[in-house]
């Protein structure tokens, strides 16, 4: 069974930053592709960034370049999600996922809607004010 233990949701007012960490318990970030989804209430889950297996390469959906980041660190063991200049359209349930299916990886990494990845955590809520 692979467990995912995100942190670092909370509450900022708009023009803020948070970062979110993401690890996989009792393995390696580093044998999954990576990602980070969000849920809104009302709309379906989306596709926020992606990293590939060993942290090569990244991924930011088109609407959030410039403003997240995603990144690796493998000897951490941690992935995380930097957001910055938040707005309150990005208040959202933010869900870390991993894979190790080479194609449900590069379908999320690519943003095809409705692709999700196979294991998933528990979830933190990112609240931004106006």
């Known amino acids: 069974q692979v467990q995912l233990v995100e942190s670092g949701g909370g509450s900022v007012e708009a023009g803020g930053s948070l970062r979110l960490s993401c690890t996989v318990a009792g393995n390696r970030v580093s044998r999954f592709c990576m990602g980070w989804f969000r849920q809104a209430p009302g709309k379906e889950r989306e596709g926020v960034a992606m990293?590939?297996?060993?942290?090569?390469?990244?991924a930011i959906t088109d609407s959030l370049k410039g403003r997240f980041t995603i990144s690796q660190d493998n000897a951490e063991n941690m992935v995380y999600l930097q957001m910055n200049s938040l707005k309150p359209e990005d208040t959202a349930m933010y869900y870390c996922?991993?894979?190790?299916?080479?194609?449900?990886?590069?379908?999320?990494?690519?943003?095809?809607?409705?692709?999700?990845?196979?294991?998933w955590g528990q979830g933190t809520q990112v609240t931004v004010s106006s």
């Open positions: 990293i590939s297996t060993g942290g090569g390469a990244t």
């Open positions: 996922a991993a894979d190790r299916d080479p194609g449900r990886c590069l379908a999320a990494r690519s943003f095809v809607p409705g692709a999700l990845l196979n294991y």
